[in-house]
Each structure stands twice: as structure tokens, then as C-alpha cells.
């Protein structure tokens, strides 16, 4: 059969038609990597001209014509790194990183790299993102001011470069409303364009211009402590989720629920797991050394980290792994559970084995609470015989309970982790402490909602060195009396920088007694001294705020009246210290007996984190503090503008609990959270059998305890305050002094797991107590090392799935408030974290000698923002 002819097309207008093959071989030899076109170019056949060809002027003609590409972020984040963060020392987000890169990829074309036109888009970017006050983070957030800045920059732009001519006409021309200065910390208002890039580094170093003595100015209205000092509740808090395949935290997916489904249960669990995993495996002792000449097995009765050298490192064993190795020694990290048939077992994510207590031992002896709910390592040997079997039936093996029971020998909490070596910071406190395994950390991730450790942190440095290295003029006109000299005028005294917080702890308004102790402490403050220094920066009110359950039907603790008239009694007493309520923050944290959780929770442990206190019962308060602002505000009026206060005003903050204090953003973080924490942890905490020699360690242990506690009173002076000691350091000393057999001091302080102690200032007759000291000591090591504040299970502590994140107590806060109501007062430091608890604002038992019978004494800790302690203070009333 022929072959159909084929005649030739007669030429015809010119047809610019992708030609299929052309296309095909161009899209496959390329990738968004190298700078694929947006639209693919089409090739044009050989021969023919293009037809309408526009003639154009001599300055045209040179501007080259620039291709679109689809330019991936991941291709301009070293560039954006190198121009935005080591050249502009600033920092940019994914969002605003995927804006840059599509407007690069659209006028720079594919010339973007080699010819270096990202790298000046950039660089005008960061030039108008800083004259702007856009702050060290760049991102397209509600305002939409990186988009904004992008479309000024869009018409400027000719032949892949910003043409620097109609970029000066555009910004003398145009004024942009959503590119108008806001307040924060990059620079000043009215900043020209060189002094806004020195805005984020050092001071400008051109003298004799008016911009220094603007800023010096500028830089004096900000002396006060309380323009850093935010308060975040826990519903406002950062929702974050530890990735591990990513390795770092991300932010929840969704919006929260109070009624979620039940795999977010899972996920808080889960979560809570994989924080202590990573943590446990970013310690010294839990990574292979590179050689070792030890053979034994490692062992929790040495597991401080600074022995890692000295033995085998630690090697967790999945739990579904113990089958088929019956009679093995293994290291267990999991969580305490109850099984089906009520016995003690451990779970991890791949299964729980039931737990043989009858030989354990704690470690350290009596030095923390272990309750079912908590994360703890676990040594023993594991037995597979049919005593325990599994009632789940096909559960049973890998995923389930597994057959056989684990004999434990000791039981540890996890290792706590410094905040420094979490967020991966080379200053501060701890410097000189080298720990060379961590790694970055987590220093990029913000937390707390006021901005990351290293995104922020060195400027908020800056400013916190400069506010507490300086005195500043009274902020106070109306507390210090000014005093006139022989020519009439009024002298501005200088005054220290305020640092103090007074915390106050089980403020039953329902008692008299109570409000008495409260205007006590008040007056204790005003009156003293005329010293602004001696006014706290915030007063912190901790429940519960009645003694017993209110609106729960019984008649002890009354109803939303009797509610309501206990504030108001409040709001009385505040009234009588306006000068305090102007210039004070002052917060408060609910209880489990407070509205409206009390209504239905009839007094019994309440979900957390709970809602503050309604805005219905607090009216009279708020009606004190507006009228104390008022009279300041009036009273500064009539004074001259050079001496007018530049303070915040006084507010009263009703927030969760728990909830968080940040002071210069991320670099004070302290943690406030009402709880009777301590009779939880008696009530729920597991029992350990008493072996043979149990009773000669308790006469040892005796001994010790009075050794201590001699040292402890010889080192008081003689106003009645004790100096912050290290206990653990003077066991050190001791026992180089007495053993005989030389134990290395480093193999010590790595065996002991105890927490330095701070002994609480008391009256001088008052004699420190061990025991109240070595509880402190034992609550304080079981809440950091779990890093949680309820590390129980939901039976015991129900708390709100989707708000578990304000839980975690990592990374460690600079200060933790424990406000336990059954426990005595105390202020120790574990880990670089400061913990206190207030206890009880009326203390009916102190009573002090020269007091006549029948007075009270108030008591709260005064927390100091700058030395990061806290003290116990009373006072007769």
C-alpha cells in the first residue's frame, strides 16, 4: 500500500507555537534548583523574523530584558543569610523568606546568583525595613509591612537592579501610612538612613550631631524596669510541639479545643516523652565516648554528667526489646503506669513490662518523690516467665504489655538541663561551665511570645545592662517631697533602679487577719524609706483568694456575692497607698477554691491551666487603681516638664495559672503557679521496701544532718539574714578534709544529685530547720528534673489537653514560684533556676518575743530581678 502524500503548507503568517519537543527537553534539563523559567521559553523555528518589532529609545535598548524563574527559598536562604543576618544583623522568617524569594525570582531573573542582583535587592530590603522600624525580624505579619516595602521597591526596579534614582524620588514622594514608625526597639522616630543602620548595633560613633543627644534623650525615658515587664497567661502562650524528625519545636497544628479528641491525649504524652528522650541524649553521659579504657557497665549510682569519661556510656533499651533477653541488665526510660491488673509497670512508645519493686532503691536515697505519671530511668534485670502475663489478650508483645516483669535495682529522675546549655548561650551566669556536646540548642525559638534568646537577646542585654548600671531621676515626683534651694528651684534627686517583686502567697481575703498582714506590708514599703529603690516593680497576689471552695453549695465558702464583697475589702486597703498602686503592677493567681472552676470543682484539684479570676468580681479594684493613676497623672501636671514622670502607669493584671513573668523579653522568665504540690506528690508517691543495713544509714544520715545544720547556723549573721551557700559545695570540702581514701572532687559533685541550697534570712532567734530544708530540697529536685509542673496522671491532675504546652518547664525558667500553702517558706537554687515558695501570708504560729501575745506575723519573698534570688521577709503586725 502507498504512502499518503503529504503537500507542504503554504507560508503563512508566522506562528509562534511551542514547539512540543523544544519544550519537553527544556523542562527535563533543568530544576527550581538552577532557576527554572516561570514560563518556558519557546524556541522559535529558524527563519523567521519577528514580525512587529517596537522601536525604542537608546536608554531602553540597554536595560536588559529580565526572564522570570520560579526561584525556590531554599536557594536564597544562604544569600538572605549572609546580606539580612551578618551584614544587617537581622533575622528572617520562612514567611517572609518565601516573599523575597518570589519577588527575586520575578525581576532578578536568572541572573540572580552570578551577577550578585539578590544580593542588592536585599541589601535595599534590609535598608527600608530598618528606616521603617520594623525590628530584627522580618516577616510579612498582620500589618503587611514587608509586603508594602516590596511594592515601593517593585516599580525601581530596572534590569534585575534597583534603580537608586526612582527609589530616593519614590521615598521623598510617598508616604506610606502602613510604613509609619512604630514603637520599638530598632530605632527612634525621624532616624535618617545612616543613623537607623547603627539603630540595632553599637551606638552611633559621629559626634557632635544632634542624633547622640537625641538618643541619650531617648534612652532616659526607658530607665524604668516596668517598660519590660510583660505578663503572659497561659491561653496566650506559644502552643509548641517537639518534632522529632526535624529535631526542634514546632508550632501546633489547628486551634486549641477544650474538648478535643482523644489523639490529642496521646500527643501530650508523647510529647512529654520525646522532650525527656532528646534531653537525655544531649547529655554527656548518655553519648559514646570516641575511646575508653573502663570496662564496667555504667551504673545511676554515678550518672552525673561529668564522669561520662570514667565509665561506659548509658544505653536506653526500648521496652518491646527486652523480649528473648531474659536475665540481661538494661537501662529503661518510661513512664509510671498502673496495668490493667493494678501492678506497677513502665510504658514507653513501644510497650510496658510490669516492675519487680521489691529490691529498688532510689537514687538519690530520699531525694525526690517518684508518682505514676512521671518519666524515670529505670536499672534492673529483666525475667520472662508466665507470672505476669498480659489480660489484653492479642495486645500482648510488641505495642503492648509484654510477658515477665522487670526487677529494678535503682530508680532516677531524668537529668535537669541548664536554661543556658537548652537555648544554647554562650553568656551569662553560667560562661565559665563548658559543655561542649549540646550544640546549638534552642536558642532560635521563641517560647514565650516575646521573642527568641538569640533573636533579641544580645539587644535586650544591651538595654538591661544600661537600665541597671544607671540611676535615673526620681519617677515618683509624688512619693519624694522635693526640696527647694536658696533660689526657689526644685532639685531632681537621683535614684536607684528598681529590681524587687513582692510575692505573696494563700491570700484568704475572707480572713481579717490576712488584710491586716497585707496593709502591713504595704506600709512596710512606703513608709520605710523615701527611696523610689524601695518600691517592688510588681506585687504578686497568689490564691486561693478564699479558704474554702466558693459557689460550690456549701456555706463555708459562700457565694458570688460574699465573692465579690472580699475584694471590694481588698480594694479598701489598696486604696489607702495610691502613690504604690500608680507606679505598681500588680497580679493576681487564682486557686482551685476560686471562680469559676470552684463551682464545679467543689474545692478538689481543678483542670489546669485555669482561667484568672472574672472581671465581674474585681470592678472595685480596678476603680482604685484608675483613681491613683489620675491623682499622678494631676499631680505631675503641676510640675515642671523636665521632672514629669515617664513611668508606666499602675495596672492590675488578673491572669492564669499558671502564667509567666517576662522581664526584657526572653532574658527573665518566672514562672507563677498555685498548687498544693507537695501533699499530691505524699499522697501519690510510691513506697521502696527496707533492706538490711537501712537502719545504720539513718544513723549516718542523723549525723549528717546535724553537721549540716551546725555549719548552716554558724554561717548567720548577726542581723538574722543567712548568705546563699552551696550545701553541696561544703560536703565537698569536708570530705577532702576527713575521707582518707582521696575520691575525686569532680566524681563527687557528679554523683550528687541533691540541689544547692539557699537558706531563707529568718529573725535571729529562730533556729533553721533540716527537715523543712530537705523537704524544699526533695520537692524542688522531683519538679525540675521532671521539667513539668503536674507530672502526674490525669486521675490525679486533670489537665487541658491542648494547653499542656504552659506546662513544660523547659527550657528552665530563670525563676520558678512554687506556691504551696502546706509547706513552710524556702528559696533554693537547682540548676541555675531559682525556686521559691512564699507559703502563707499570715503565719499565726511565728511568733517573735518582743511581739505582744496575740499578733501575727506577715510573711512573703522578695524576689530581685538583677542577683536573680529571692529572700524571705516578715513583719509584725
Not at 502567697?505 to 504595704?522: F, H, K, Q, V, Y
Amino acid at each position: 500500500m502507498e504512502e499518503p502524500l503529504s503537500t507542504p503548507r503554504l507560508p503563512s503568517a508566522p506562528s509562534f507555537k511551542a514547539n512540543p519537543a523544544f519544550s519537553k527537553e527544556q523542562l527535563l534539563s533543568s530544576s527550581p534548583g538552577f532557576g527554572t523559567p516561570a514560563y518556558p521559553i519557546v524556541n522559535r523555528p529558524p527563519g523567521i523574523k519577528q514580525p512587529f518589532a517596537s522601536k525604542s529609545n537608546s536608554t531602553t535598548e540597554n536595560v536588559p530584558t529580565v526572564l522570570p524563574i520560579l526561584l525556590p527559598p531554599q536557594a536564597l536562604r544562604r544569600v538572605a543569610f549572609i546580606t539580612l543576618t551578618k551584614k544587617h544583623n537581622l533575622t528572617i522568617t520562612t514567611s517572609g523568606l518565601r516573599l523575597l524569594s518570589t519577588f527575586v525570582g520575578k525581576f532578578c531573573g536568572s541572573g540572580w546568583r552570578e551577577a550578585g542582583l539578590a544580593e542588592r535587592v536585599l541589601d535595599e530590603v534590609a535598608k527600608l525595613w530598618k528606616r521603617n522600624g520594623g525590628g530584627l525580624i522580618v516577616e510579612d505579619g498582620l500589618d503587611k509591612k514587608l509586603s508594602n516595602i516590596l511594592k515601593i521597591l517593585e516599580p525601581c526596579m530596572s534590569g534585575g537592579r534597583p534603580d537608586m534614582a526612582k527609589l530616593s524620588r519614590t521615598n521623598n514622594a510617598v508616604n506610606n501610612p502602613n510604613l509609619s514608625r512604630t514603637a520599638s526597639f530598632s530605632g527612634r522616630p525621624g532616624a535618617s538612613r545612616e543613623e537607623s543602620q547603627t539603630s540595632l548595633g553599637g551606638p552611633d560613633l559621629r559626634p557632635g550631631e544632634n542624633g547622640d543627644q537625641d538618643e541619650e534623650d531617648d534612652d532616659e525615658t526607658q530607665l524604668d524596669p516596668r517598660s519590660y515587664l510583660k505578663i503572659v497567661s497561659a491561653f496566650d502562650q506559644p502552643r509548641m510541639m517537639y518534632s522529632t524528625s526535624k529535631k526542634c519545636f514546632e508550632p501546633m497544628a489547628g486551634p486549641p479545643s477544650l474538648l478535643p479528641p482523644i489523639q490529642h491525649k496521646v500527643s501530650m504524652f508523647r510529647n512529654r516523652y520525646h522532650l525527656v528522650h532528646q534531653r537525655l541524649l544531649r547529655n554527656e553521659s548518655f553519648q559514646a565516648p570516641s575511646f575508653s579504657t573502663i570496662t564496667r557497665p555504667p551504673s545511676l549510682m554515678h550518672s552525673g554528667s561529668s564522669v561520662a569519661t570514667l565509665q561506659k556510656a548509658y544505653k536506653i533499651t526500648p521496652i518491646s526489646n527486652l523480649l528473648g533477653r531474659s536475665g540481661t541488665l538494661h537501662l529503661l526510660l518510661g513512664m509510671l503506669v498502673h496495668s490493667a491488673a493494678g501492678d506497677l509497670a513502665v510504658s514507653d512508645l513501644s510497650g510496658s513490662v510490669v516492675l519487680d519493686m521489691s529490691v529498688a532503691r532510689p537514687i538519690p536515697e530520699d531525694g525526690a518523690w517518684f508518682c505514676p505519671g512521671m518519666m524515670v530511668l529505670l536499672e534492673g534485670t529483666y525475667e520472662e516467665d508466665g507470672s505476669h502475663n498480659s489480660n489484653l489478650g492479642s495486645a500482648s508483645g510488641v505495642g503492648g504489655q509484654i510477658k515477665g516483669h522487670f526487677i529494678v535495682d535503682t530508680m532516677a529522675g531524668p537529668p535537669a538541663e541548664r536554661r543556658a546549655l537548652t537555648i544554647g548561650a554562650s553568656n551569662g551566669a553560667d560562661a565559665n561551665i563548658s559543655h561542649t556536646s549540646v550544640g546549638a540548642g534552642f536558642g532560635w525559638i521563641d517560647f514565650l511570645g516575646v521573642g527568641s534568646e538569640k533573636g533579641i537577646g544580645p539587644q535586650m542585654q544591651r538595654i538591661q545592662k544600661r537600665v541597671f548600671s544607671s540611676s535615673s531621676p526620681s519617677v515618683l515626683h509624688d512619693i519624694n517631697n522635693t526640696t527647694e534651694n536658696a533660689e526657689g528651684e526644685a532639685e531632681d534627686q537621683e535614684q536607684p533602679i528598681r529590681t524587687k517583686i513582692a510575692i505573696l502567697g494563700e491570700c484568704n481575703l475572707d480572713s481579717p487577719r490576712t488584710l491586716e498582714a497585707i496593709r502591713a506590708i504595704l506600709s512596710s514599703y512606703t513608709s520605710s524609706s523615701n527611696e523610689v529603690a524601695d518600691l517592688p516593680l510588681s506585687i504578686v497576689m497568689m490564691g486561693n483568694f478564699v479558704s474554702a471552695a466558693c459557689m460550690a453549695g456549701s456555706t463555708k465558702g459562700g457565694g458570688s456575692v460574699e465573692y465579690k464583697e472580699y475584694f471590694d475589702a481588698l480594694a479598701s486597703v489598696l486604696s489607702e497607698f495610691p502613690s504604690l498602686l500608680s507606679s505598681t503592677t500588680l497580679v493576681f493567681v487564682p486557686g482551685d477554691n476560686d471562680p469559676w472552676a470552684s463551682s464545679f470543682s467543689a474545692g478538689a484539684a481543678c483542670a489546669i491551666p485555669r482561667q484568672g479570676v472574672p472581671e465581674i468580681f474585681t470592678s472595685r479594684i480596678r476603680r482604685a487603681i484608675a483613681t491613683a493613676n489620675a491623682e499622678s497623672s494631676s499631680n505631675n501636671s503641676k510640675k515642671d516638664k523636665n521632672s514629669s514622670s515617664s513611668s508606666p502607669a499602675g495596672e492590675a493584671v488578673w491572669t492564669t495559672n499558671p502564667a509567666r513573668v517576662s522581664m526584657f523579653g526572653p532574658l527573665e522568665e518566672v514562672v507563677l503557679f498555685r498548687d498544693d504540690i507537695t501533699s499530691r506528690f505524699r499522697r501519690n508517691a510510691i513506697t521502696f521496701a527496707k533492706l538490711e543495713g537501712d537502719d545504720d544509714d539513718e544513723n549516718d544520715e542523723e549525723v549528717d544532718h546535724e553537721e549540716r545544720h551546725t555549719e548552716q547556723q554558724a554561717t548567720i549573721d548577726d542581723d538574722g539574714s543567712a548568705p546563699i551557700t552551696d550545701t553541696n559545695a561544703d560536703d565537698d570540702a569536708d570530705d577532702d578534709d576527713k575521707d582518707s581514701d582521696g575520691l575525686d572532687k569532680r566524681v563527687h559533685e557528679a554523683t550528687s544529685h541533691l540541689p544547692s541550697a539557699v537558706t531563707v534570712p529568718t529573725a535571729s532567734e529562730r533556729k533553721p530547720n533540716t527537715y523543712t530544708l530537705q523537704a524544699a530540697r526533695k520537692l524542688i529536685k522531683t519538679v525540675l528534673d521532671q521539667s513539668h509542673l503536674a507530672p502526674f496522671t490525669h486521675s490525679i491532675r486533670p489537665v487541658f489537653w491542648d494547653h499542656a504546652s504552659p506546662l513544660s518547664l523547659y527550657p528552665l525558667p530563670t525563676a520558678l514560684v512554687l506556691a504551696d500553702a502546706e509547706t513552710p517558706a524556702f528559696a533554693i537554687t537547682y540548676e541555675g533556676c531559682h525556686v521559691m515558695n512564699p507559703g502563707r501570708v499570715v503565719d499565726e504560729l511565728a511568733m517573735s518575743r518582743a511581739a505582744a501575745r496575740g499578733a501575727g506575723v506577715g510573711r512573703w519573698i522578695e524576689y530581685d530581678v538583677k542577683s536573680r534570688k529571692g529572700e524571705s521577709r516578715e513583719v509584725i503586725f
